[in-house]
């Protein structure tokens, strides 16, 4: 089928003699028109009249006898009347094709297995369904040119049984619709559908059709109309990818060429902008996962065809392997006042009550069943059991023996680990290291100094692993952070600077976006929002570009010396930032700094000077 022309397109292949020949018979592939028994003067009549208006002019016709009596031809059956027993005791066999339903689609809702897998069910409400009538084969064969085709097929003879669902205003109907559901003695109904059945399956016509016809754990198949789309473009209908985003004009989502230079023509069959959806589908060996007998809901595992409130057929599942095995036949019939029941249990009950009568698949957990079940042979202790528990504790005493060791900061464990990651020549600097730091501060130190990979080409780490050294390059700014961010806590940077300022020289903090190299003699940290710097020249505090003020704020504040030593103080609690000079506090610098991750930072413009940095930790242990 091509639905890029509107029309269905069918090849029949005809063969005479040694001559082959394929003819294309073109049909309209769906209906969109309303059925032809709704009387179209009647509809906007209802615009007009509420329904207590409606009510009192009937009162007032049947008072003035302006409604005739008709002549009773076909009497409404009551509930007894209704076979609730086949007239023939009917065997199910193999070969047996039951009468289906016809259902509603409600939506999806997640259901639960015992072993806790989450499954999505579809719930169908079957309203009202009654069988309309029952045609058998040799009839339909001659009536009609359906019948033709399917009455005597592949499975033999097969009748075909109407079956009707949701009660219809009969007022709003025409008459020889109306006479067809009189003349079985049940309410007009709204929908209509027939179902091919072998003889031995047929229900007798005005017979109640409810959802206990089908059987949890039985595998089905539904059948219904497509969600309707309209009219789609060929990216949403057939997923084409489209056209190119750029040098494109007016054409992002249209389908371009469609045609062939040679044939100069559009082939039957293209695939173009058209009617999306609302076509019959088949969703085959869907398994019924619960039964809800009080509202007439089954549920159904997986997806159906069809948007909510759409109509669903549902019969039995033709797939050998998932083929019905002794289900009610030819349908379910109840007990003499199980209806009686169930309806008095839907009148103005609470959820507990009506799935309280709900059938379960064996496979599917019930809410009020416990999750949980504990035996007595839970509640004992096994040797074994015991066992794992002596062996857990020796592991926390081994644990509990490392975790002494590795917080004793002078233990010669750190001194070997020390030994393997820390350069000699850092490992025994007195400048970084005062007499007394233990080798676990040392270590400590070590993985926060300068990252060599995370600096200007300008700038070459020492052997020492904790100095930068700048290269006599000209006309550049050159930076460096540190290895490891922070975003909690406080932290201890000491920062010494060993040669000339320049006319550029700034410490502080930078998050891993700010720059790390620049043409000119400029104050890199503080050029932007992504850093913070004190420029130790001026005695300056920059920020986004801006001189935030001076620092320390002191009427005339001393300038830097060479060669002492800085410790910047980065309080991540309280977003602040704060530096000291040789054990003098001088105050904070930064306040509301954001809550990103951040690093060490410096920025030089003089050729051959050197910084150092050594993490000290907190204040406090610093």
Same mark, same amino acid.
């Given at each position: 089928?091509?639905?890029?022309?509107?029309?269905?397109?069918?090849?029949?292949?005809?063969?005479?003699?040694?001559?082959? !020949?394929?003819?294309?018979?073109?049909?309209?592939?769906?209906?969109?028109?309303?059925?032809?028994?709704?009387?179209?003067?009647?509809?906007?009549?209802?615009?007009?009249?509420?329904?207590?208006?409606?009510?009192?002019?009937?009162?007032?016709?049947?008072?003035?006898?302006?409604?005739?009596?008709?002549? =009773?031809? #076909?009497?409404?059956?009551? @509930?007894?009347?209704?076979?609730?027993?086949?007239?023939?005791? @009917?065997?199910?066999?193999?070969?047996?094709?039951? =009468?289906?339903?016809?259902?509603?689609?409600?939506?999806?809702?997640? +259901?639960?297995?015992?072993?806790?897998?989450?499954?999505?069910?579809?719930?169908?409400?079957?309203?009202?369904?009654?069988?309309?009538?029952?045609?058998?084969?040799?009839?339909?064969?001659?009536?009609?040119?359906?019948?033709?085709?399917?009455?005597?097929?592949?499975?033999?003879?097969?009748?075909?049984?109407?079956?009707?669902?949701?009660?219809?205003?009969?007022?709003?109907?025409?008459?020889?619709?109306?006479?067809?559901?009189?003349?079985?003695?049940?309410?007009?109904?709204?929908?209509?559908?027939?179902?091919?059945?072998?003889?031995?399956?047929?229900?007798?016509?005005?017979? !109640?059709? $409810?959802?206990?016809?089908?059987?949890?754990?039985?595998?089905?198949?539904?059948?219904?109309?497509?969600?309707?789309?309209?009219?789609?473009?060929?990216?949403?209908?057939?997923?084409?990818?489209? +056209?190119?985003?750029?040098?494109?004009?007016?054409?992002?989502?249209?389908?371009?060429?469609?045609?062939?230079?040679?044939?100069?023509?559009?082939?039957?069959?293209?695939?173009?902008?058209?009617?999306?959806? #609302?076509?019959?589908?088949?969703?085959?060996?869907?398994?019924?996962?619960?039964?809800?007998?009080?509202?007439?809901?089954?549920?159904?595992?997986?997806?159906?065809?069809?948007?909510?409130?759409?109509?669903?057929?549902?019969?039995?599942?033709?797939?050998?392997?998932?083929?019905?095995?002794?289900?009610?036949?030819?349908?379910?019939?109840?007990?003499?006042?199980?209806?009686?029941?169930?309806?008095?249990?839907?009148?103005?009950?609470?959820? &507990?009550?009506?799935?309280?009568?709900?059938?379960?698949?064996?496979?599917?957990?019930?809410?009020? &069943?416990?999750?949980?079940?504990?035996?007595?042979?839970?509640?004992?202790? &096994? /040797?074994?059991?015991?066992?794992?528990?002596?062996?857990? @504790?020796?592991?926390?005493?081994?644990?509990?023996?490392?975790?002494?060791?590795?917080?004793? @900061?002078?233990?010669?464990?750190?001194?070997?680990?020390?030994?393997? $990651?820390?350069?000699?020549?850092?490992?025994?600097?007195?400048?970084?290291?005062?007499?007394?730091?233990?080798?676990?501060?040392?270590?400590?130190?070590?993985? *926060?100094?300068?990252?060599?990979?995370?600096?200007?080409?300008?700038?070459?780490?020492?052997?020492?692993?904790?100095?930068?050294?700048?290269?006599?390059?000209?006309?550049?700014?050159?930076?460096?952070?540190?290895? %490891?961010?922070?975003?909690?806590?406080?932290?201890? *940077?000491? %920062?010494?600077?060993?040669?000339?300022?320049?006319?550029? /020289?700034?410490?502080? =903090?930078?998050?891993?976006?700010?720059?790390?190299?620049?043409?000119?003699?400029?104050?890199?940290?503080?050029?932007?929002? +992504?850093?913070?710097?004190?420029?130790? =020249?001026?005695?300056?505090?920059?920020?986004?570009?801006?001189?935030?003020?001076?620092?320390?704020?002191?009427?005339?504040?001393?300038?830097?010396?060479?060669?002492?030593?800085?410790?910047?103080?980065?309080?991540?609690?309280?977003?602040?930032?704060?530096?000291?000079?040789?054990?003098?506090?001088?105050?904070?610098?930064?306040?509301?700094?954001?809550?990103?991750?951040?690093?060490? /930072?410096?920025?030089?413009?003089?050729?051959?000077?050197?910084?150092?940095?050594?993490? /000290?930790?907190?204040?406090?242990?610093?």
């Amino acid at each position: 089928m091509f639905p890029s022309l509107g029309l269905g397109i069918y090849c029949r292949v005809l063969q005479i003699g040694q001559i082959h !020949r394929v003819t294309l018979i073109r049909g309209r592939r769906r209906t969109l028109t309303p059925a032809p028994w709704i009387c179209p003067k009647e509809k906007n009549e209802v615009k007009y009249l509420k329904p207590d208006e409606r009510a009192y002019l009937e009162q007032v016709a049947q008072q003035e006898n302006l409604i005739a009596e008709p002549e =009773v031809l #076909y009497p409404k059956k009551t @509930a007894s009347d209704l076979a609730r027993t086949p007239e023939v005791e @009917a065997t199910w066999t193999q070969d047996s094709k039951r =009468v289906g339903l016809l259902a509603t689609k409600i939506g999806m809702a997640p +259901q639960w297995l015992n072993d806790g897998t989450r499954v999505l069910c579809t719930l169908l409400h079957v309203q009202q369904n009654h069988v309309v009538s029952a045609v058998d084969p040799d009839t339909w064969f001659k009536q009609t040119s359906v019948g033709k085709r399917k009455a005597f097929g592949r499975f033999g003879p097969m009748w075909k049984v109407t079956v009707g669902a949701i009660d219809a205003n009969p007022a709003f109907l025409s008459h020889p619709y109306r006479r067809m559901f009189d003349k079985v003695g049940i309410p007009c109904k709204d929908k209509l559908a027939s179902f091919l059945v072998t003889e031995n399956a047929v229900v007798s016509p005005g017979t !109640r059709l $409810e959802v206990r016809h089908f059987t949890v754990g039985q595998f089905v198949n539904v059948s219904g109309k497509t969600i309707d789309w309209g009219f789609q473009g060929v990216m949403h209908r057939w997923g084409m990818r489209g +056209q190119p985003s750029y040098h494109t004009t007016k054409s992002h989502r249209r389908v371009g060429s469609i045609g062939s230079t040679g044939d100069a023509r559009v082939w039957p069959g293209k695939r173009l902008p058209g009617h999306m959806g #609302y076509e019959w589908r088949l969703a085959s060996g869907l398994e019924v996962m619960r039964i809800n007998p009080v509202t007439q809901v089954i549920y159904v595992k997986g997806c159906v065809p069809g948007d909510h409130g759409e109509l669903l057929l549902i019969n039995d599942c033709w797939n050998e392997k998932k083929e019905v095995k002794e289900p009610p036949f030819p349908t379910f019939v109840p007990e003499e006042g199980d209806d009686l029941a169930l309806y008095n249990c839907a009148v103005d009950a609470p959820i &507990s009550d009506i799935t309280a009568y709900d059938i379960y698949h064996p496979k599917l957990f019930r809410f009020t &069943s416990p999750s949980i079940v504990y035996t007595e042979e839970d509640e004992t202790k &096994s /040797a074994a059991r015991e066992k794992g528990r002596a062996k857990i @504790a020796k592991v926390k005493k081994v644990c509990r023996q490392w975790n002494t060791i590795i917080e004793t @900061a002078d233990r010669e464990l750190w001194h070997t680990f020390a030994l393997a $990651e820390i350069p000699e020549a850092g490992l025994n600097d007195s400048d970084l290291f005062p007499r007394g730091t233990s080798f676990k501060h040392r270590l400590r130190a070590f993985r *926060y100094a300068w990252n060599p990979q995370d600096s200007s080409r300008n700038n070459f780490l020492r052997t020492n692993g904790f100095t930068v050294h700048r290269q006599p390059i000209a006309q550049s700014t050159d930076a460096i952070r540190g290895k %490891i961010g922070v975003s909690t806590g406080v932290h201890a *940077y000491n %920062i010494t600077w060993k040669g000339p300022l320049g006319t550029v /020289a700034v410490v502080g =903090v930078a998050t891993k976006h700010a720059a790390l190299h620049c043409p000119g003699y400029v104050a890199l940290l503080g050029s932007d929002d +992504q850093s913070w710097g004190w420029n130790l =020249v001026d005695n300056t505090l920059l920020y986004n570009g801006n001189c935030v003020g001076s620092y320390p704020r002191l009427n005339n504040p001393p300038k830097y010396q060479v060669g002492e030593k800085i410790t910047m103080i980065l309080d991540r609690d309280t977003e602040t930032l704060f530096f000291e000079k040789n054990g003098e506090f001088f105050g904070i610098a930064f306040e509301n700094i954001p809550p990103v991750k951040l690093f060490p /930072a410096i920025c030089a413009v003089y050729g051959n000077t050197e910084v150092s940095m050594a993490y /000290a930790g907190t204040p406090l242990a610093g």
